[in-house]
T-cell receptor, first 110, second 113 residues
Framework: KNEVEQSPQNLTAQEGEFITINCSYSVGISALHWLQQHPGGGIVSLFMLSSGKKKHGRLIATINIQEKHSSLHITASHPRDSAVYICAVTGGAGSYQLTFGKGTKLSVIP | EAGVVQSPRYKIIEKKQPVAFWCNPISGHNTLYWYLQNLGQGPELLIRYENEEAVDDSQLPKDRFSAERLKGVDSTLKIQPAELGDSAVYLC???????????FGPGTRLTVL
């Protein structure tokens, strides 16, 4: 079973700061997902990546397959970015089941 | 396009009572998931359906939990009887068959007193 570890567990930042959240996993994967969960429960998929880097607005996700590590970056953070960010992976060989990390709670202070 | 719909959004019950959660997936999504999420934790899979067939229910506590997906569309998750430790958010998600991207519903927050 894949073990997914995220760091930090909690993160407080001032508005405008550059933020990095890290994710590592123990076993080879077919894809890694970054998800955002706002208070109230709804989960939104931000990125799905299997190599390299993806960018969407102020969000950037990178993955290093050899290192089994991914990072989510937020540039020019804003209070509306406050949420829990969850890393999840899907295994290889046609397995689409997600294994989730515990999440990183981000609070951006004005 | 409507997303994944769950109801109720919140439920408070006393221990030993039964409770049921309902999920309507995105139209055309063959795969449906039920997850349990405890506070401060990531979601944990309870059961996965491909159409009306439960293909992975290894994490479902079958002594008190049951689920069904009649006609391969809507699904119901039931707990009977509920215990204090069942207090959590129950999430439903759906996806197209054999794809990675899952779409999550808003969840049902269950409080057992």
């Amino acid at each position: 079973k894949n073990e997914v570890e995220q760091s930090p567990q909690n993160l407080t930042a001032q508005e405008g700061e550059f933020i990095t959240i890290n994710c590592s996993y123990s076993v080879g994967i077919s894809a890694l997902h970054w998800l955002q969960q706002h208070p109230g429960g709804g989960i939104v998929s931000l990125f799905m990546l299997s190599s390299g880097k993806k960018k969407h607005g102020r969000l950037i996700a990178t993955i290093n397959i050899q290192e089994k590590h991914s990072s989510l970056h937020i540039t020019a953070s804003h209070p509306r970015d406050s949420a829990v960010y969850i890393c999840a992976v899907t295994g290889g060989a046609g397995s689409y089941q997600l294994t989730f990390g515990k999440g990183t709670k981000l609070s951006v202070i004005p | 396009e409507a997303g994944v719909v769950q109801s109720p959004r919140y439920k408070i019950i006393e221990k030993k009572q039964p409770v049921a959660f309902w999920c309507n997936p995105i139209s055309g999504h063959n795969t449906l998931y039920w997850y349990l999420q405890n506070l401060g934790q990531g979601p944990e899979l309870l059961i996965r359906y491909e159409n009306e067939e439960a293909v992975d229910d290894s994490q479902l506590p079958k002594d008190r939990f049951s689920a069904e997906r009649l006609k391969g569309v809507d699904s119901t998750l039931k707990i009977q009887p509920a215990e204090l430790g069942d207090s959590a958010v129950y999430l439903c998600a759906s996806s197209l068959q054999n794809t990675d991207t899952q779409y999550f519903g808003p969840g049902t927050r269950l409080t057992v007193l």
